[in-house]
């Protein structure tokens, strides 16, 4: 079973998966299944930018600078051995998503820990499920806004990676140097999947209305 199917059970349950290993040599990942929505982020190595060509981000396996140029705040990212995730976000047709405070993962600056599967959550009562967690006024409140707008029907619980960005000249910045506590020189050359998750819009403490974009990443 792939395993995205997670990705789609709508449960009340918030409860996270055990983090990925690291990524096994020789996977056969360089299909390319969904358009990638990379426009709001600049990567760069050594001092040069690279450019997304054939739908990939190629990078050396060495430290390198992702950098978010959109409106939003709060940008947070999550990498994925699979394109499961990207691939399902792509299907949902929906701009923007609801999501929770919570999602950010604690992490050391230049490292971004490798993502954990993502629990989508649509219809009053899925809604009601994500949002219970957040806040006993939270469920009427997210039910009465996504009654307003009709689109903003799916929430997402996606943790994700977003204390090393700091704010640089023309956006936000993070550097990174490995990937769960292990540094991009020891592995193997790969593909990995990026999730975007920034925050359009605050609306307590614990919701936010987000946008989200899709990279494909070859390390070689």
């Given amino acids: 079973?792939?395993?995205?199917?997670?990705?789609?059970?709508?449960t009340p349950l918030l409860a996270g998966c055990a983090e990925a290993p690291p990524p096994p040599p020789d996977r056969p990942s360089a299909q390319i299944t969904y358009p990638t929505r990379c426009d709001a982020l600049r990567f760069t190595q050594d001092g040069r930018d690279i450019a997304e060509t054939a739908g990939m981000i190629r990078l050396a396996r060495a430290p390198?600078?992702?950098?978010?140029?959109?409106?939003d705040?709060?940008?947070?990212?999550?990498?994925?051995l699979t394109?499961?995730?990207?691939?399902?976000?792509?299907?949902?047709?929906?701009?923007q998503l609801w999501g929770s405070a919570g999602d950010f993962m604690a992490h050391a600056p230049d490292d971004v820990p490798m993502g954990r599967t993502p629990r989508l959550?649509?219809?009053?009562?899925?809604?009601?499920?994500?949002?219970?967690p957040i806040g006993h006024e939270t469920p009427a409140?997210?039910?009465?806004?996504?009654?307003?707008?009709p689109a903003h029907d799916t929430a997402i619980?996606?943790?994700?990676?977003?204390?090393?960005?700091?704010?640089?000249?023309?956006?936000?910045?993070?550097?990174?140097?490995?990937i769960s506590g292990r540094?991009?020189?020891?592995?193997?050359?790969?593909?990995?999947?990026?999730?975007?998750?920034?925050?359009?819009k605050r609306v307590n403490d614990g919701l936010l209305l987000m946008n989200w974009g899709t990279c494909r990443l070859s390390f070689g």
């Fill in 1 to 10: 079973m792939r395993l995205f199917a997670a990705f789609l059970v709508i």
């Fill in 64 to 71: 390198f600078t992702v950098t978010y140029h959109g409106p």
């Fill in 73 to 80: 705040s709060q940008p947070a990212i999550a990498l994925f």
């Fill in 83 to 95: 394109d499961d995730v990207n691939l399902g976000l792509t299907r949902l047709e929906r701009a």
């Fill in 121 to 132: 959550y649509r219809g009053e009562a899925g809604l009601a499920a994500f949002a219970r």
């Fill in 141 to 149: 409140l997210l039910r009465r806004l996504a009654a307003e707008i």
């Fill in 157 to 178: 619980a996606a943790p994700r990676a977003g204390g090393g960005f700091e704010p640089v000249p023309g956006g936000q910045a993070a550097t990174v140097k490995s």
């Fill in 183 to 200: 540094a991009l020189a020891s592995f193997p050359p790969m593909i990995l999947h990026l999730a975007l998750f920034t925050t359009a």
